[in-house]
């Protein structure tokens, strides 16, 4: 075992697409048959993934997902759930979570928390077909950590893709600032994914709903950056890389496709 293949190995698994964490894993066990124990030497890099994706899991007999982060760790691979009161081990390469235990917050911003919370949750399942969002003080407590994450899996027609935003709010100061990335991975017939990570410039908000209404306003912003983006590669880069037209300079017509004589009426011969 070499500290290339460690590092090599690592950048597998960090890189790793929405919702292909355990493809990942398939095919570095894959390739490195000969060294069965390096998946083994790199647990920081599936803690590193795991925290900053923004990983959830279900509770065990429960149908809630919990998140992940390096802001509800409580250290030697537990993580615990403001909402549901609740500390819980998680297993980082297969991301199931177990044990779970009782778990009381403890801060000073504890009715704000559950105020936050409480309003998210109405911006969550207004915008987000599904999603998994908490507060967590951060270790310092002076700042809350606004986290929430959206998935959307459809490996059946070969794309998965991962919304990402977090938040830190200053009671004391009244700031709020934080960051939106967006995951998306295509892979029918080729390899596309996109990354985006968009900054959010400091707002004021005074309390939970004005919080959560700063939120909405940078996150519909940014649904619409992107979905004019989109439209701009779809009409421009994308299209400059599609041929127009057959090596014939004509026009296919397929709902006649049937009728065609390959090699006279598609290439232009003569019938023999």
Do not use: C
């Not at 292909?20 to 490195?32: N, S, Y």
């Not at 960051?179 to 410039?201: A, F, M, Q, W």
């Not at 421009?236 to 009426?265: C, H, M, S």
């Amino acid at each position: 075992m070499t500290l290339n293949n460690v590092a090599a190995v690592s950048s597998f698994v960090e890189g790793a697409p929405p919702g292909e964490l355990a493809d990942v894993i398939a095919d570095i066990k894959a390739l490195t048959v000969e060294e069965p124990r390096l998946l083994l030497s790199v647990d920081p890099a599936f803690q590193k993934y795991n925290e900053e994706q923004l990983a959830t899991a279900k509770l065990p007999g429960s149908s809630q997902n919990v998140l992940v982060s390096s802001y509800n760790s409580l250290g030697s691979g537990r993580y615990y759930d403001v909402e549901s009161q609740t500390s819980f081990a998680f297993d980082h390469p297969t991301q199931k979570a177990s044990s779970a235990q009782s778990h009381s917050l403890e801060s000073q911003h504890t009715d704000l928390i559950k105020s936050v919370l409480k309003s998210l949750s109405a911006h969550a399942r207004e915008h987000y077909p599904a999603s998994t969002y908490s507060v967590f003080p951060t270790s310092s407590d002076s700042t809350l950590a606004i986290l929430l994450v959206a998935n959307r899996y459809s490996p059946s027609n070969f794309w998965n893709g991962r919304w990402r935003s977090t938040y830190l709010y200053n009671p004391s100061t009244s700031s709020l600032t934080g960051t939106i990335k967006v995951d998306v991975h295509y892979y029918e017939d080729g390899n596309v994914r996109l990354t985006t990570s968009k900054p959010v410039p400091s707002a004021s908000a005074s309390n939970a709903s004005e919080v959560v209404r700063q939120i909405a306003t940078a996150e519909k912003k940014y649904q619409e950056e992107l979905n004019r983006g989109f439209g701009q590669l779809s009409e421009g880069a994308f299209k400059g890389l599609r041929r127009q037209l057959p090596v014939t300079r004509q026009k296919v017509l397929w709902e006649k496709i049937g009728n065609y004589r390959l090699g006279q009426d598609i290439g232009g011969g003569r019938a023999r």
